[in-house]
């Protein structure tokens, strides 16, 4: 005769489920326990940043949403460079022109808020974040613009875009735009999209985001994109440029932007601001760039006419890192055509003085 059992059918699988259901649980915490442990290590160990610009005077300009770095050298007109944007970014990508450069003029080079040794807050960060900082820095620090006189300035990629379209904000800021494989036209110009901004969701979640980012950041990371992405020579891809570019990306706060600049909450459509440009502008760009390649330079030609352009042999998206030579002799007839003669520097000199 077959006993009778009092368990209910069904009442071992349910308890076997909600002990699998317990154990997921738990390994899944552990897993994010484990990674936001490895996250904060990698920013730990990170050592602090030095800057790798010789010389010159280290400052801080302060802003309501944190501190920005920069130097300063060397003595004559007003020169801003404006470093590019991406993981590592920094105002290291001006070493290899940096001294010849302040020969002949008082450069500036800046930290953008959210990279190299400036803050980062944890912002949503969007183009008019970049635009209101380098007005701010040009009025500030530079003391251009509202009738005081214009800087030249040298800007990369989508800082390049900004640069454009303060320009045409006010046309008293700038005199000479030396632009450098610029975006805004073809590139980086269209608004962010839904699926973009899921993007922007998933970078910015906790453990999650922070993991990707130390993915691409890694230095793996950064030396594939130097390699198949910015330079022309893998070989000029060095050990020091990846640690740079590493230390640079894992300072407190550093994964700040990339979510932004991802999600194109960055991007900015400067294609009618450039046709109004009337002062010459310099565009220069490496022969073999592929992430905004040379032929999107004919989109800028045909917007301005009065564009000039200067295509760099053996280089990519950095022709000033890998070919600063050929970079200067691109660059340095050109601001001089728009110097003042030595007497009227003088005046100058002498109104600003009395002033």
Known sequence: MAKLS??????????????????????????????ALANA????????L?????????????????????????????????????????????????????????????????FGKSDKPS??????????????????????????????VIATSLSAAYVIA????????????????????????????????????????????????????SKGGIRNYLKSRLIADPSKVTDEMVETYHVSAHQPGGENVLPSFLSG???????????QIVDLPLLVWGRQAVETPVGNAEAFLLANPNAKLEVIEEAGMLPHV?????FLAAVRPFLAAADPAPAAQEAEAAVAAAG
């Open 6 to 35: 009092l368990r209910k059918k069904g009442d071992g699988g349910g308890k076997s489920a909600a002990g699998k259901a317990l154990g997921a649980v738990l390994w899944t915490g552990a897993a994010i326990g484990a990674a």
């Open 41 to 48: 290590v990698i920013f730990y160990k990170t050592p602090p």
């Open 50 to 114: 030095t800057s790798k610009l010789d010389g010159g005077e280290i400052r801080y300009f302060p802003t309501p949403d944190g501190d920005v770095f920069y130097k300063k050298a060397g003595d004559g007109p007003p020169l801003l460079l404006v470093h590019g944007i991406g993981a590592g970014a920094s105002s290291a990508e001006w070493e290899n022109v940096w001294h010849a450069l302040s020969e002949k003029y008082t450069v500036y080079a800046l930290d953008l808020l959210g």
């Open 123 to 152: 912002l949503f960060y969007t183009a008019e974040n970049y635009l209101s900082l380098i007005d701010d820095f040009c009025r500030q620090v530079l003391r251009v613009g509202d009738g005081r006189g214009e800087a030249d």
């Open 166 to 217: 303060l320009s045409q904000r006010d046309p008293s800021i700038f005199r000479r735009l030396v632009l450098i494989c610029p975006t805004g036209i073809e590139e980086l110009a269209s608004d962010p999209t839904l699926s973009s901004r899921a993007v922007h969701r998933i970078f910015k979640a906790p453990v999650v985001g922070t993991s990707l980012y130390n993915l691409i950041a």
């Open 265 to 275: 909450y960055l991007n900015i459509d400067i294609a009618d601001e450039f046709k």
């Open 322 to 326: 890998e070919q600063p030579e050929a």
